[in-house]
């Protein structure tokens, strides 16, 4: 087992949609919690990170951490089809390097 | 705005032939990264430099791939002898600091092994 599952989909939905994007993890020891976008052959960007449990908002994206439940989601609130790409979390405890999840492939249709 | 530069961005190489990737991080970065990412996977550390010491190299495959960062900014990665499973995207990244949570990526470096 991964320390960090994501299910690659592809998840499609009409533009204007609520998204909703999740990670499941297995160490204990994570405490950053980390939300990237990749576009297609591009490198990955930083959307959002949050620390330890609880709720972090930034216009349409909304980070979430359940430590109890070891499961973080990222909302994305009337979808564009500009946010179509690959969305990865990461996520690092005492170490410097995060741990990456495989991303999940968003595709949004006008 | 500030950016990681990667070259080339493209690099198709036949298996057993030498391969070398560059990347100039944001000026003033002190911490820089390699990354190798699979098709479909997320990115995985091959080593981390702290200006121009080694900090993690434990997941990079030292009989054929190397690394430096000989003054402390601009950095190399080399493949030698390259295998067809090393066809994936090399990706450079830097932060401020190793404590840093914020990592900048370039655009990568796509290799095809054949």
């Known amino acids: 087992q991964k320390e960090v599952e994501q299910d690659p989909g592809p998840l499609s939905v009409p533009e204007g949609a609520i998204v909703s994007l999740n990670c499941t993890y297995s160490?204990?020891?994570?405490?950053?919690f980390m939300w990237y976008r990749q576009y297609s052959r591009k490198g990955p960007e930083l959307l959002m990170y949050?620390?330890?449990?609880g709720n972090k908002e930034d216009g349409r994206f909304t980070a979430q951490v359940d430590k109890s439940s070891k499961y973080i989601s990222l909302f994305i609130r009337d979808s564009q089809p500009s946010d179509s790409a690959t969305y990865l979390c990461a996520m690092k405890g005492g170490s410097y390097i995060p741990t990456f999840g495989r991303g999940t492939s968003l595709i949004v249709h006008p | 705005e500030a950016e990681v530069a990667q070259s080339p961005r493209y690099k198709i190489t036949e298996k057993s032939q030498a391969v070398a990737f560059w990347c100039d991080p944001i000026s003033g970065h002190a911490t820089l990264y390699w990354y190798r990412q699979i098709l479909g996977q997320g990115p995985e550390l091959l080593v981390q430099f702290q200006d121009e010491s080694v900090v993690d190299d434990s997941q990079l495959p030292k009989d054929r791939f190397s690394a430096e960062r000989l003054k402390g900014v601009d950095s190399t990665l080399k493949i030698q002898p390259a295998e067809l499973g090393d066809s994936a995207m090399y990706l450079c990244?830097?932060?401020?600091?190793?404590?840093?949570?914020?990592?900048?990526f370039g655009p990568g470096t796509r290799l095809t092994v054949l």
């Open positions: 160490n204990s020891a994570f405490q950053y």
């Open positions: 990244a830097s932060s401020f600091t190793s404590g840093s949570n914020e990592q900048f």
């Open positions: 949050t620390y330890s449990s």
